[in-house]
């Protein structure tokens, strides 16, 4: 065996040699997908795709609708078998939604919601049995409790005494449950969530009743007395009827005050005071009505009343006449007996006489109307008072001007609302929250002037700060004006003092230059040597120069000549 092994080994180690990187490479890739194929297998063969909601089927079509639809609503996939069994992906959403279904009383009620978590064992006790029930009947209740979304922890006890041959030395089963909520979460407050959980503990537990529960916070303070809380229900109830009335205030504030603003403005209308009261209660309201007989419809298109109305219409009558001719009897009862008639009717007995007797008997019907309703909330009264204030115009003189007071703030005149405008406005407004007379409703609308005083000192600041700046700037431009006439004529005054200076140079340079041509003249006419120094011959020769440059490019000598001109 030993030498086997070790050939084994020694063919190994010889194969493992001859083979390349490559090969060695795909074979580790080959025992690592092997070894993770057999760790997915073992997994997740192991245990069951999804979780069963209840371990039993659900026929009622009705109400498996009304579960996948919840199940739908807190986004939780769910499978339905042929059997009826619901199915959702794992056991911690089949604890939560369970807890929920039981809190809003969805689950059929023959459906024991914790049928799934019963364990039959052959070598068991009654006695571990029962202790076998009540904790996994206390451990699953501490689950589906824990669960819920606003639960960070619990703490569950349940009692369940043993049964007693008698009814009445039976001990009641008992519960109590001590909640930690999660930080922001508001069920120890929420009366429906408490609720739910107290449901859930009577579906739980066989045989406990309502009073024998006892759910408390963190703080010791019982949450699930539905009695004491009903004093801070009742507070409850009447913020939440008055918000509601602040609510329907201000829907009724802001469609009026639009509605004015858009017409006078906002500065002229700025704010519209309403009060309504509501009667809260509910109230079943039953009687009947008697209305006459609509024989002819009233036209809406005329503006008078035109119906044409009965108080009753026949609908059948009976006549009846009796005529009577003899002598009349006054029965007095048996023989020998004296009648009780009075003397009056006795003289009248045996006489002769006749009697007639008509009767009408007739059947008339009208209209009857039987009504029963309830109302609540219903609207007592409605008060509204607006303000509207008038308007300001400022006052011009005969030239346009505006008319400023002693102390040279702007003059102002106040212009009021007319009546018939405010008038308008009151029917504006009744109409807008639905005006009832008989109902002691109440629309004012006043013109009450608005203290401006702050804007027209504004105004008038703004006023005399822009008439300063006017000033300013008109004396700011008449300075630049001086400044530049100044400037123009002292420019003008040097210009002409520098053109005089120039025509005086040039003068007697012209004179000296007649006056040197005319001695040259002289000397040449006399035949005399003439010498001229170096400053003379250079400019002759710059004057040669220019005239000879004057006359081959006379544009060029323009130009230079007006570019001289310019500068100058």
């Known amino acids: 065996m030993n030498e086997w092994l070790k050939k084994l080994v020694s063919s190994i180690k010889e194969l493992w040699a001859k083979w390349t990187l490559i090969q060695k490479i795909i074979l580790f890739g080959i025992i690592a997908v092997v070894i993770a194929a057999l760790v997915f297998m073992l997994r997740f063969s192991a245990k069951p795709a999804t979780v069963p909601l209840f371990n039993v089927a659900i026929t009622d079509v009705s109400a498996r609708d009304n579960i996948l639809y919840r199940l739908s609503q807190e986004n939780v996939e769910a499978e339905v078998n042929a059997a009826g069994v619901i199915s959702v992906k794992d056991e911690q ?32 006790t009654d006695f571990e049995r029962n202790v076998n029930l009540q904790r996994s009947i206390t451990q699953m209740v501490k689950q589906h409790i ?19 041959l008698f009814a009445s030395d039976q001990n009641p089963t008992t519960a109590s449950v001590i909640i930690y909520p999660k930080p922001g979460s508001d069920i120890a407050d929420n009366k429906k969530k408490i609720q739910g959980i107290q449901k859930l503990l009577l579906r739980a537990v066989e045989g406990l009743k309502e009073e024998n529960i006892t759910i408390a916070d963190s703080t010791g303070r019982i949450v699930n007395d539905f009695e004491g809380m009903a004093a801070s229900e009742r507070v409850d109830i009447v913020a939440k009827e008055q918000k509601l009335i602040k609510q329907l205030e201000m829907e009724y504030r802001a469609s009026v005050l639009k509605s004015l603003q858009q017409i006078f403005g906002t500065d002229r209308v700025r704010d519209l005071n309403i009060k309504i009261d509501m009667d809260m209660s509910k109230k079943q309201v039953a009687g009947t009505e008697y209305s006459p007989i609509v024989i002819k419809a009233d036209n809406p298109n005329t503006p008078y009343d035109d119906s044409e109305l009965r108080d009753y219409l026949p609908i059948s009558s ?22 009780q008639n009075p003397p009056v009717y006795s003289d009248m007995s045996n006489l002769y006489g006749k009697s007639e007797e008509t009767g009408v008997k007739q059947n008339n019907v009208i209209n009857t109307k039987e009504y029963q309703e309830e109302k609540s909330p219903s609207i007592d009264r409605v008060t509204v008072s607006v303000n509207i204030d008038g308007t300001w115009r400022r006052t011009y003189d005969d030239k346009g001007q505006l008319v400023l007071n002693p102390n040279g703030t702007i003059a102002r005149e106040y212009v009021p609302v007319d009546s018939a405008v405010l008038s308008s406005a009151a029917k504006l407004v009744q109409d807008a929250i639905g005006y009832n007379r008989n109902r002691g409703d109440s629309v004012t609308v006043q013109n009450i002037q608005y203290d401006r005083t702050a804007q027209f000192e504004e105004e008038d600041m703004a006023y005399i700060r822009a008439q300063q700046q006017r000033k300013t700037i008109m004396l700011v431009i008449a300075g630049i004006a001086v400044v530049l006439l100044a400037f123009m004529v002292f420019r003008f005054i040097s210009r002409e003092l520098e053109r005089r200076r120039r025509l005086r140079e040039e003068e007697i340079l012209r004179r000296n230059q007649m006056e040197r041509e005319k001695t040259l003249w002289e000397a040449e006419q006399a035949g005399m040597e003439v010498t001229m120094s170096v400053e003379e011959r250079h400019r002759a020769e710059l004057q040669e120069n220019a005239i000879t440059m004057a006359k081959e490019h006379p544009e060029d000598v323009a130009m230079l000549i007006r570019t001289w001109l310019m500068e100058e």
């Open 93 to 124: 959403t089949a604890r939560r939604m369970r807890s929920v279904l039981v809190r809003e009383d969805l689950v059929p009620t023959n459906v024991d919601p914790w049928a799934l978590f019963d364990t039959e064992r052959w070598t068991i």
């Open 146 to 164: 824990e669960a819920l979304d606003d639960i960070d922890s619990a703490n569950v006890v349940i009692t369940l005494p043993e049964r007693t």
């Open 318 to 339: 009976e006549t009846v006449t009796k005529v009577w001719t003899g002598t009349g009897y006054n029965p007095e009862g048996p023989a020998g007996v004296e009648g």
